[in-house]
């Protein structure tokens, strides 16, 4: 929802075309239907474009929103498909089909989301800006926003930067290292392998490994037959794999030595059939296949979380190639019946490691770890110089950014004295420095966590709710205000229920944060009343942001016994609540009359006396209210 909100915040300041830089894994799919369906909310009229390069993002991106919004007003244009919608207010379509298509075809367009966008040229035609530029003949103020877990191209850096750039700013960052530490990633491992290549005749183009060239110097029977002996012996434990390899007959020559060792292995490549491909990436899914080996072709809109062993056989010198690889290994399979959604990012973390999906291990034969340093900790700079310089989203072939521990062959960074992997213990010497030490900013494959910031997250001791209206404005709607006391501070926050559009959007996740169940309430009274039953976790420690001239509640975390109880919560009925008041009980409101308290008593009387089915805990609880509620009545008559 945070990126959600960022997207929406640059436009109504004003932006253009926002780009959002998510990690491979979490929710690209799932963003872009919660954006759909606040801009429909808020501007019901808008129509909407969503572009991608393959089918199988077609057909996820719309199951997402449709989960979401089962009536949302979706069509399909992918010849891949079979479908050739060109008017629905939300059309997904494949970039292929309908780039010849204009704002006259295919209807206005006020929005166009494009997923994978590092595959749209900073410049030039091609077929994205080919689109968006005829689109824009019809409505000039069209906007374009982008999703992507590499935000920059090989050819020409960042996609934010340049003059003829699409993009105009990264306004939201969500990288590996960010969602390995909240639990909704994997973690990878990377082991050294005592197999490499000999790339010294390999030329560049580009920035990039000549193809040709660099298939016949790794697809080597030598090399490929004592890689795949590595494979098999470090990949024992491992259910699946994925081999990146550096062409098609190197990708057949893997599969056929995997083979030839007794292991079920598969290849697809751009030759490979679409029935074909389906059908042998679905055996790989369901572990029928224990290795599939591929040619450039699982790079991207390719999901299969169970991989749990990555083979680089295919050295680049692309920073983007280099995320998109290793971002097959980092989806999480949680335990059977393990909620994500309702755990903290510490229970989510646990439950990842308990798997049968601890962390995916990297095999680096291609040496692409040690030349790019830490998937987790890239921060790749704008381009400059010449059009024909280096782009600097590659990297020199000799670049060394790791080393391997002689005991147990992880990579580790040049700076770490001792090996990272659990249970090793190998320490390198330490020299003795000779002018003031500077830290060497090279890591791993995944950096870990840096030395330890402040502690942000501030003990709560109450939380208190009430119904808040606004002292100069009565008639807007009311929100539910939450008080947190944190020893002699006290924090607020004020959540909308009864508003409509983001405000709404924002109470509900507000509700889902506190493990409340679904739906969200309706309004604040219902919301107070299913607060003070017990169904929200009340949080044991929270983080306060500074945002302006005002504080916020940025996060929230909740001990195990809260959330044990929460999990075990069983709704109660208002009516055998002891601590709710007594006009919750009666259903009344809190300055009704004593007639009112008297005919809503008999009818709920009537309703839960023993005698007629009903509880002696609801009956003693109506009796309860009855007497409070005429002496509240009694007390209102008083003319002073």
């Keep these: 929802m945070e990126t959600v909100q960022a997207l929406l915040d640059y436009w109504r300041a004003g932006g253009g075309n926002p780009l959002v830089d998510l990690a491979t894994g979490t929710g690209k799919s799932v963003c872009i239907a919660q954006l759909i369906d606040l801009v429909l909310t808020e501007w019901p009229d808008m129509r909407v474009l969503v572009l991608v390069h393959v089918k199988e993002l077609v057909a996820q991106n719309v199951k997402a929103l449709l989960r979401l919004c089962p009536n949302a007003p979706v069509g399909i244009n992918a010849a891949s498909l079979g479908q050739r919608d060109r008017h629905a207010q939300v059309l997904f379509a494949s970039i292929q089909s309908v780039y010849r298509e204009d704002g006259y075809s295919l209807g206005k367009r006020d929005l166009v989301l494009i997923d994978e966008a590092h595959l749209v040229p900073k410049s030039g035609d091609g077929m994205y800006r080919t689109l968006v530029d005829s689109l824009r003949e019809r409505v000039p103020d069209l906007r374009v926003a982008g999703f992507t877990a590499t935000p920059y191209r090989l050819d020409s850096g960042r996609l934010d930067q340049g003059d003829e750039r699409l993009f105009d700013r990264i306004v939201y960052t969500y990288g590996i290292g960010d969602a390995v530490r909240d639990g909704w990633l994997a973690p990878l491992v990377s082991k050294a392998t005592l197999t490499g290549f000999d790339l010294s005749g390999v030329a560049r183009r580009g920035g990039e490994f000549v193809e040709g060239q660099l298939q016949a110097a790794v697809d080597q029977i030598d090399v490929t037959e004592a890689a795949c002996d590595e494979i098999v012996a470090l990949g024992r434990d491992r259910q699946s794999w994925l081999a990146f390899c550096a062409g098609v007959e190197h990708a057949l020559n893997v599969r056929n030595a995997l083979r030839a060792r007794g292991i079920a292995a598969e290849t697809v490549t751009g030759e490979t059939a679409s029935g074909e491909r389906d059908r042998l990436v679905g055996q790989f899914r369901e572990g029928r296949i224990r290795c599939l080996t591929n040619a450039m072709v ?188 944190c020893g002699f501070v006290s924090h607020a926050e004020w959540v909308c229920f009864e508003h409509q559009g983001v405000a709404r959007a924002k109470a509900e996740k507000w509700w889902r944060d506190m493990r409340g169940r679904q739906p969200a309430p309706a309004s604040v009274d219902e919301a107070l009343e299913r607060l003070e039953d017990g169904e929200l976790a009340r949080p044991s420690h929270i983080v306060v942001k500074q945002d302006g001239k005002f504080a916020r509640v940025a996060s929230r975390r909740f001990a195990p016994d809260e959330l044990a109880r929460v999990r075990a919560y069983a709704p109660r009925s208002v009516t055998e609540r002891e601590d709710a008041a007594w006009w919750r009980v009666l259903g009344l409101d809190p300055f009704a009359h004593a007639d009112e308290v008297r005919a809503a008593f008999r009818r709920l009387a009537r309703e839960h006396h023993p005698d007629h089915g009903g509880s002696h805990a609801a009956m003693t609880n109506i009796n309860r209210a009855y007497v409070e509620g005429l002496r509240a009545a009694s007390s209102a008559d008083v003319p002073f």
């Design 298 to 485: 699982l790079t991207t809109g390719f999901d299969a979380p169970g991989v749990d062993l990555i083979a680089m056989l295919r050295p680049t010198l692309s920073t983007g190639l280099y995320v998109q690889i290793l971002g097959r290994g980092t989806r999480p399979v949680y335990p059977d019946g393990f909620d994500a959604n309702e755990a903290s990012p510490e229970e989510r973390r646990a439950a990842i490691a308990e798997s049968v999906k601890a962390n995916c291990l990297v095999l680096d034969f291609a040496q692409n770890v040690l030349r790019h340093g830490p998937v987790d900790a890239l921060t790749p700079p704008a381009r400059s110089g010449p059009a024909r310089a280096a782009p600097e989203m590659a990297v020199r072939p000799e670049t060394v950014r790791a080393k391997a521990c002689p005991h147990c062959s992880t990579l580790v960074g040049l700076d770490e004295y001792a090996c990272t992997a659990p249970g090793c213990g190998f320490e390198w010497e330490r020299p003795v420095p000779k002018h003031d030490p500077v830290a060497d900013a090279e890591r791993p494959v995944m950096q870990g966590a840096p030395p330890p910031p402040p502690d942000p997250w501030v003990p709560v001791t109450g939380m208190v709710a009430a119904r808040h209206v606004k002292r100069f404005e009565p008639e807007a709607p009311p929100t539910l205000r939450v008080d947190y006391a």
